[in-house]
């Protein structure tokens, strides 16, 4: 990701990335605004992997460079501290999706690497960077990077994608004549294969022209504040007073009689308080930064937490006691690394040959978790059925 893209993203008041959240609540975009933008360890990796990316992408499709130049350069990178063996391989998915998708066309299609897209049309002041736009045979094709693993994002109605569409289509739609979109997200960490999603231009069109009155409203700072799922990653979440409220009158069910609630009112309260838990731990760290910065916190403070013990130099520490008798069995432990830190440490395409095609890693089902009914999981049960009956040991 070039400089310009990155502070582009980083500086729009209804960003492309941020649309999930101000386009449910219209005025979260002013409401960040005032607030300091700090950029987390994740999202400072993520940003060095686009830019290893771009390098590639660019390399391939419209800077053909030598071996010293791109070596070069991808030395530099390798030398920055977030660098990860892994971002080499995930990057090379990434790219190799885009070869794909443009050797699947009849003729070479045009391809944009990192273009600034105009979103204003829709979003007042709008604008972003589409990482990659692959357009011909009446196809636009908007494809995105994502480095992240803790949250997965789909390809399907995404609003950030559908924005970065609108601006392409502004940008290439003289020049070419466009019938269907194409979106798809490239998450490695997340997915073995990319999310796609299509839809027809006009439908593109008509979302487009639905949300430019909440644009506007969200421009202007008005409206209601929603809390929900796009609440995740907000700036304000910690401490914004409508989310706090809302997580608080989870309990205003207790008074109610008789003593104990029916199981539509636990429905009711698990919707309330979903994301309680994180939301207090997360406000909990923030007023711990803010007494390291001697703000005073009423019935507070920050204290030293329980130290832990250490070698003050580890090998000359084992030396003296391997040369009074003690074993190396007693100073080492030797345990089996888990499928998931081998496929970190040998990549996912050497991991699956080695390991998963001759069946020496199975997948054993996780523990019952109850979610709420939006997710794509199937539902299971424990309840015995006339269709599980026989299933049951004997």
Known sequence: MTEIAHAERQHAI?????????????????????LPDTESEAAQRGTLAHEIAELKLRKYFSEPMGPRKFNAAMKKFHEHPLYEPCIEEHTNAYVEYVQQVVHSFPQQPYVAIERRLDLTTYVPEGFGTGDCIVIGSKQLRIIDYKNGSGVPVPAEDNPQMKLYALGALRAYSMLYDIETVHLAIVQPKVWDVPSEWSLPVADLLAWGESIKPIAQLAFAGEGEYQVGSHCGFCRAKSTCRARVEVLLNAGEKAPLKPPLIGWDEV?????????????YNGLKELALAEALQGVTIPGWKAVEGRGSRQYADMDTAFAHLQQNGIADAVLYERKPITPAALEKALGKKQYRELLEE?????????????????????????????????????
């Open 358 to 394: 001759p069946g020496l890693v199975v997948t054993k089902p996780g523990a019952p978790t109850l979610v709420p009914e939006s997710d794509k999981r199937e539902a299971i049960t424990n309840r015995i059925t006339p269709e599980t009956a026989f299933a049951q040991p004997i």
């Open 14 to 34: 209804l960003s492309a990335s941020g649309a999930h959240r101000w386009l449910h609540c219209t005025p979260s975009a002013r409401l960040e605004a005032t």
């Open 267 to 279: 429905a009711d309260v698990l919707r309330r308080a979903e994301g309680i838990v994180s939301w």
